[in-house]
């Protein structure tokens, strides 16, 4: 199936129905709110996509009888992504709270390494960690709505905002980990936050190359170049996957452009994405990406990969004319994805299993979670690494329908993922936004323990 131009639905209806389709609109449902309190978070948050499917009944589940599903950790508040310090030695970040929470050996520090101010609306809030560990020290990163005091001038990316006033933005900040401590901040990257409060991102990593990942969506309603909007100003820091090195400068003269915030750019054309990850075997660089209600993806991502929105989203329909594309003079260029879900899922991570420890036959292979239903989905890749092997009804590289995606889930029951990652160990270990829980996938006969932990406060 191809999917047309999402021009033909107003900004507003798309908010309406992605809005109800991820959440169903749970101020109107009983029990959300429940939840909410239950975990000491305003009754606001019981708009995050993800909070609503932690009422599922049950127990996750893996479609292979030789893993299992262990419970590392319960209690959290929204927990976002994680990162691991070390073996046993987990640091995740809690959405609503701005904290940065330690877990060693399954018991969560007393005190959050660090506690800032942040904006957490709907999307926004603590969103992104990565770790690099260099020879005479550890990096900390972290990507968050910060919520800035009244009277601050936040000086975006784009120098052409600088003398806007805005109390909140997203931001990409640099810390040193010293004698447990997260200290000497650095601002690398301030970008746009408003008009939000969806399509933040935020989910960063670090590639082979040693520079950090940094993707954000169009912030709700940006229509510059990298939205493919050909009269709508230069790129302003949105809409991207963006690439610099762990200083905060461009790497290169850029891809798209040599002037700032262009030559930050690695992809464009991106309307939101909760999930980055470098293939081990070719270096190169995939994503998820959110429609609006529909046409959810997975993309191979290029240096200039240009996705496509505003002007399309999923595959381009073949009376497409790619000359509404914005191409910044050739170096930018489009490319179908390698896979769409026609009805949205909110795929989040995705994850290449470099570890032969859940089985030989999952090395390497792509992981992808979502946020709908908590659900993981396994896919192998073609000879060159380029594409998916996709059978069936799946051949065209669209699931047309739920039905049609039910041989490629690897689990269910996850409770609204919102990131993986292949641990020090190399299990891999899922995490549940709605649920407020890190799992652990390992082999049935593991002899490995789980350390559930009560809710802390």
């Known amino acids: ?20 389709n991820i959440i169903a609109i749970p101020l109107q449902i ?12 305003v009754s606001r948050q019981a708009e995050i996509p993800g909070a609503l499917f932690a009422h599922n009944p049950g127990n996750p589940v893996i479609n292979d009888s030789k893993l299992k599903v262990q419970t590392i950790f319960k209690g959290l508040q ?27 050996n399954g018991t969560l520090l007393a005190k959050p390494l660090l506690k800032v101010k942040v904006a957490s609306e709907v999307e926004r809030g603590m969103l992104g960690i990565a770790v690099a560990k260099n020879e005479s020290q550890t990096y900390v990163f972290l990507y ?12 975006t990316v784009n120098n052409a905002n600088t003398n806007v006033q805005s109390f909140v933005a997203n931001r990409l900040y640099r810390y040193e980990f010293v004698n447990g401590e997260l200290v000497n901040p650095k601002l690398l990257l301030d970008l746009p936050a408003t008009p939000g409060p969806r399509h933040n991102a935020g989910a960063i990593i670090i590639g082979p190359d040693n520079n950090l990942y940094v993707p954000i969506g169009d912030i709700d309603g940006h229509n510059s170049q990298a939205q493919n909007v050909q ?18 400068k461009p790497v290169g003269n850029g891809i798209i452009g040599e002037s700032s915030p262009a030559n930050k750019y690695f992809a464009y054309g991106i309307r939101n994405s909760f999930g980055l990850d470098f293939d081990p075997v070719t270096g190169q660089l995939w994503d998820t990406e959110n429609g609006p209600n529909y ?13 496509g929105w505003l002007q399309v989203q999923g595959n381009a329909p073949p009376d497409f004319n790619y000359s509404k594309l914005v191409n910044f003079d050739g170096k930018g260029k489009y490319r179908d994805p390698e896979f769409t879900w026609f009805n949205t899922v909110g795929p989040t991570k995705i994850l290449f299993l470099n570890s032969i420890k859940l089985g030989k036959q999952y090395q390497n292979d792509i992981f992808v979670s979502n946020i709908h239903n908590g659900s993981i989905y396994h896919f192998k890749l073609n000879a060159d690494r380029a594409g998916l092997v996709l059978k069936g009804p799946l051949a065209d590289k669209v699931a047309d329908t739920d039905e049609e995606t039910k041989g490629i889930i690897f689990g269910s029951n ?41 809710s802390h406060q």
Do not use: C, H, W
């Not at 976002?80 to 709270?97: H, M, Q, S, W, Y």
């Not at 990131?419 to 593991?446: E, F, H, N, Q």
């Open 1 to 20: 199936m191809k999917i047309g131009p999402p021009f033909l639905i107003t900004l507003g209806l798309i908010f309406f129905v992605l809005v109800s």
């Open 30 to 41: 009983d029990g959300i709110a429940v939840y909410a309190q239950n975990n000491n978070t």
């Open 78 to 104: 929204l927990p976002t992504t994680l990162a691991f310090l070390g073996p046993n030695d987990i640091l995740v970040l809690e959405k609503a709270r701005g904290t940065v929470d330690r877990i060693v």
């Open 144 to 155: 968050f709505t910060e919520k800035i005091s009244n009277g601050t001038t936040s000086k």
């Open 231 to 248: 009269d709508g100003g230069p790129a302003d820091g949105t809409g991207g996957i963006l690439r610099i090195t762990q200083d905060g």
């Open 295 to 307: 046409g959810d993806e997975i993309n191979l991502v290029e240096p200039g990969f240009n996705s």
């Open 414 to 454: 996850f409770g609204g993922i919102s990131d993986m990652v292949v641990g020090p160990d190399g299990y891999l270990y899922v995490v549940s936004l709605g649920r407020g829980t890190i799992y652990r996938i390992v082999p049935t006969a593991a002899t490995t323990t789980s350390t559930p932990v009560p």
